[in-house]
């Protein structure tokens, strides 16, 4: 039974094999083991997000989500598929999605923190933890909710090639808005042109604060990075802009910048809107089921994948995503059906 353990807390970027350390050391006995009216699953695949950086810290310090405990399999989205059930209404062969441990095989008590879950025959079940899973939901959610979008408008996107840009250009560009686009590679840039970005970027060799005078001023700010680039959308926003605090990576693995201007937000009337998506879930889930889903699976939205193969893989796709060597919604398939 292959686990990825949290081994220790990192200073920085986390390093594989200390940060986080493959295990194959325990065994479960699948035909036996002891189920207490729980159920046997066999992970399928997981996802690799940003967001457990912020997990891997001290147990003292707190945030929305609790720390990694040290010594312990890492979470985080998966699927997986159920070999044996004690559970009424969990059959043999059914699927379950939810936050489930880093190993090949876990037992679950309950279905808590997990649902039942079928997919569309046309997609992988990777798609379900990127796409049509949780990122994809931040970025469809988020913005019907928030972003107050008009036709005509102009939206400044970052991280426009990950799994929440790159549905967030799409979605803007189907609600009629100019889109500017940011990501670190000029591969990463071909890729937001070819979804519909009117302006992409690669911010790490052209200057967001020329592009923004250029092609703003912007009437909406997707943020996922924070620092620098969010005092530059600041400073280019419209009156009445609406800044969607998605995500601010820029500081994850060091401490974040604190911005430089924040009287902007009272002269130009700036709305911000931070949040999180598990509170904005139980509103739209059944919509982003209906309308998204749909459009991933006849390929009206486009999507990439960064997919890797083996729970040993586990450190190496989460150092690409917060390093930006990742090409697209990282995932980890841990096994076949
Ligand atoms: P991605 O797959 O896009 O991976 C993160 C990307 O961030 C990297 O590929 C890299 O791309 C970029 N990046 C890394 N470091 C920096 C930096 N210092 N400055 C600028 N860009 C950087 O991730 P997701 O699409 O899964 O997530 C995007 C954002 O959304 C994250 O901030 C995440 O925390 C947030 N999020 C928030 C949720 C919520 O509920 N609020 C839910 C889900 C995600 P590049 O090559 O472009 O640098």
């Not at 999605?97 to 997919?119: K, S, T």
């Amino acid at each position: 039974n292959g686990r990825a353990l949290f081994a220790a807390v990192p200073i920085g970027y986390p390093v594989v094999d200390q940060t986080i350390v493959y295990d194959n050391t325990q065994t479960i006995d699948l035909a036996n083991a002891p189920l207490n009216g729980g159920f046997l699953v066999k992970v399928l695949v997981l996802s690799v997000d940003p967001y457990m950086r912020g997990r891997m810290r001290e147990p003292d310090i707190p945030s929305y989500m609790p720390p990694f405990a040290l010594g312990k399999p890492l979470a985080s989205g998966g699927i997986g598929v159920v070999l044996r059930s004690e559970l009424a209404g969990v059959e043999v062969g059914s699927h379950i999605r939810g936050i489930v441990p880093h190993q090949e095989y876990f037992i679950a008590p309950n279905l808590e923190g997990l649902e039942l879950i079928e997919r569309d025959a046309r997609l992988p079940w990777s798609v379900y933890v990127g796409a049509a899973g949780m990122p994809g939901e931040t970025a469809y959610m988020a913005w019907k909710e928030y972003s107050k979008a008009k036709k005509g408008e102009i939206v400044f996107v970052t991280t426009g090639a990950g799994p929440v840009g790159s549905l967030v250009i799409q979605i803007a560009k189907q609600d009629g808005l100019k889109v500017i686009a940011s990501a670190g590679s000029d591969d990463k840039v071909a890729f937001m042109e070819g979804i519909g970005a009117d302006v992409a970027f690669n911010y790490k060799t052209t200057d967001v604060r020329a592009v923004l005078k250029k092609e703003g001023p912007i009437d909406i700010y997707w943020d996922n990075v924070g620092g620098d680039t969010l005092d530059a959308a600041m400073e280019h926003a419209n009156m009445f802009a609406r800044f969607i605090e998605c995500g601010q990576i820029s500081g994850y693995n060091d401490n974040p910048q604190p911005m430089k201007n924040p009287l902007l937000i009272v002269a130009k009337c700036l709305t911000f809107n931070g949040f999180l998506v598990g509170f904005l879930r139980p509103k739209h889930k059944e919509a982003f089921r209906a309308e998204v889903v749909p459009k991933i699976a006849d390929g009206s939205f486009h999507y990439t994948e960064d997919i890797v193969r083996g729970i040993d893989k586990v450190g190496h796709a989460l150092l690409g995503v917060l390093k930006g060597t990742n090409t697209g919604k990282a995932v980890v398939v841990v096994a076949d059906e």
